[in-house]
């Protein structure tokens, strides 16, 4: 199968090989790009001479023109490496599958997690454990799952999917089980405090996320390569999508097989050791991790202050400012994260991303970065900031074209020219994706299990079409996003919904309501401006149909359906076996976990290891009110509310007193009753 | 103000108070044994060992006899061992999942058991985290001047100008 679809058994080149000629394509390939595309942007609309409308466009076309040259160029660089075949060059790799299987280090899989659905998590986990036993060395790998969930059920429900996971991979290797008691620094601060209270325990440490899911193979790989590669500190396996039911998932982890394929092997071959780090589904180097990439607390106010959000790009820009490289392998198979379900849970991921990757603006003058992770912090943010770019685009070509109405018998703009840079742009957009689509069909194997040539040129119109119209949508999210993000609105780094379901129709209207608004406005300029409609006639159609669009992608297909048998992946047709294990996993009936604090008083293992789990924590509970003792007493359950179930739940003198047992068990153990506070 | 709080559990012994009996000795058997883990469907098989072969015929007795094989099961880990409590022998059980390994593993003599599994039991409470092995993370100074990494290399890095 292509390109990191295929086995981990990597070929790889003598580590000084030369870097070859991609980063210079990339670079050079986009810079006369984006001269030959303004310049024929500004001949389109020179004839009637440049209004400061018309200027602003093309300033504004400048920007948007080397965005998509930029991705065009990598998909070209990303294209040829993933035909050439060829071997990595620039890493030592193992010779061999038995020197694949001789590493000697140990590793720490971390799962930081907060208010997820533990029956999924924990699923994950164990299939992941599961394949890990089957590896020849498990007793190298030891699981963390670092725990910053505050509501009290959900973490009572972690604790007792702990318990059973231990026992279930009791034979195979040890998991851990740490919750903090206070959110520090989030997910950065989750992983550092691991790194501060045990890192020194081991060499590695992968980062999963509650929808990770990675391979023994891959694992080990990874772990092997660190090992011969001392000035590594981070190594990528990058997530291929999977598990998608839903349409709109469906289309996106397609479109992150056919295409994302060729940009990541692009990014892969023209970034070598000054890539980047995703957050999860990567191996770090532990000491170098704790020396080098302790995050800082930004000063001030405002949207670029505080806590850093998005972490991975700075912890990669602060290993590779050390002097170790950062690599993102997309030969790495075995490696996968889940899709959000539905338009509107990507958006809702999509805006903390966002509020994250702009604070980075505020980092690209930190000392001693390479000048790669400096584009990468500025890519980051880029990715966000195009979205309002292009609307500006858009708005400054209206009243360029209102200005011209106004001008009888004035031709503002060449027609043909205006047409050839169109072409020219939509090229441009579309030919990655072509790309990815002949990687597809050029390889035999892969092309008959997703149902022939035929079935996956479909599959590529059929994406085509729902994501060039998705993409005013995203557009104008992402926008109001910024905008509020700017405006110093709050931004939770809230739960992530996974588990789909089709949004109300009061959500659709709510979150679709500025898209329609501006697509009437467009329609409004269309009729008062006739010789606009053509350009605007796409976008109109788009935001108007915003809402139903969300909702018809939120569906699912039979299997049997058109669409059921198209935009599959290779992960649909042949499920690797840790995603097998997973999902038979989390299909299996979930405990049901109402009410942490009644569970942990009337159930003898939930008392027990809530217990056990409160001695590790170093802070002192706060006294619980005695209304809270009462309610317990006359079985209340329902009144007492979670503020105060988390209190309950956070001291053993009040959990030891109020157990309740069927018969006392050993009296030395309870004496006399725990002080209440009123 | 501090007042101690009469003992409710006694009182909330929920629904087997209301039963006579053996109906009670039997719930109240079968909940010691849902409270070790054991899941649902496995719990009535783990009484009928436990009364045939032990003879625990009440929660008492069962819990007398996880207290004596959790004990056995450190002795045969570490040697010498102290009795376990109850308590202690019940949190270990629950904390290392042993009630998933299967129905047997309360009544499997302790040299017979896997080494991961009896070093799971033994651990008891204290292999919720492990000893911890520290390591000093400093926040880097985005202002000061690049650290270079001190840390020997076996090749070349091309960023790092020194080398």
Redesign the interface.
Known sequence: MSGRHATTAIAFQH??APSGAARAIVLTGTAITTLAGTSGAWWALVPGGLNAAEFAQLMLFGVCFAWIAFAFWTAVVGYRRLVAHGPVSGL?GPVGAADTQAITSRVALVVPMRNEDPHAVFANIRAIGESIGRSRHPELI?FFILSDTVDPDIQVAEEIAW??????L??VC?V???RRTDNTGKKAGNL?EF???????YEYFIVLDADSLMEADTIIMMTRIMEL???VGILQAPPTSIDGSTRFARLQQFAGFAYGTVVTAGMSAWQR??SNYWGHNAIIR????????????LSGTGPFSGEILSHDFVEAA?M??????VWMLPELAGSYERLPPTLLDYAQRDRRWAAGNLQHLR?LT?????PLSRLHLFMGAASYLMSPVWLLFILAGVVSALIDSTSAGHRAVDPLAAIIVFAASSALVFAPRALGIIVILRDRDTRRALGGGGAVLLSGLVEIVVSAAMAPVTMVMQTTSLVGILSGATVTWGVQRRDGGRPSRIALLRVHAPHVVLGLALLATALLVPGSAFWLAAMIASLLAAPLLTAWSSGTDAPSSLLGRLVRVPEEVAPPRVVTRADELAGAQAPLVVDGLRRVL????A???H???L??AATRPAPVPERV?RL??E?AWASIDPRDRALALASPDFLA??????????R???G??????? | ??????????S???D?SSATGFEASR??LE??V????YPADRVDEVIVRLRRERGAMS??DA?AHLSDWVTSVHRSHHGFHRDV???EA??AF????????SADTLFTEPDSL?A??RA?LAAG?S????V??????????????????A??????????PT?
């Open positions: 580590p000084d030592r030891d318990t059973e996971l231990r026992g279930h009791a034979s040890q851990f089980y740490r550092a790194c501060r209270r045990w890192g020194a325990g590669n001392r000035g050791g000054d532990t000491a170098a991790f704790a020396r080098y990439c302790g995050l800082p607390v602060l590779r400012r050390a002097g170790y490289e980092l930190t000392a001693g970065l390479h009337t159930d003898g293992r008392h027990s290891v217990l056990a789990v001695e590790t003792a317990v007493r079985g007193t109020y157990r309740r047992l069927p018969v006392r068990l050993d030395a153990s309870h006399t009753p725990a002080p209440v506070h009123h | 103000m501090i007042r101690h709080t009469t003992d409710a559990r006694v909330g012994a929920g087997a719930l109240h909940d010691f849902r409270g070790l883990g929660v008492e819990a409590t109850i308590e019940r949190t629950v904390i290392s999942g042993a009630a998933m390994w896997p991961a599994h799971a409470s292999s919720v985290v492990p911890e092995r520290p390591l000093p993370m400093p926040a880097q100074d985005l202002a000061g001047p690049r650290r270079r990494r840390e020997p290399t076996i090749r070349r890095v091309s960023w790092v080398r």
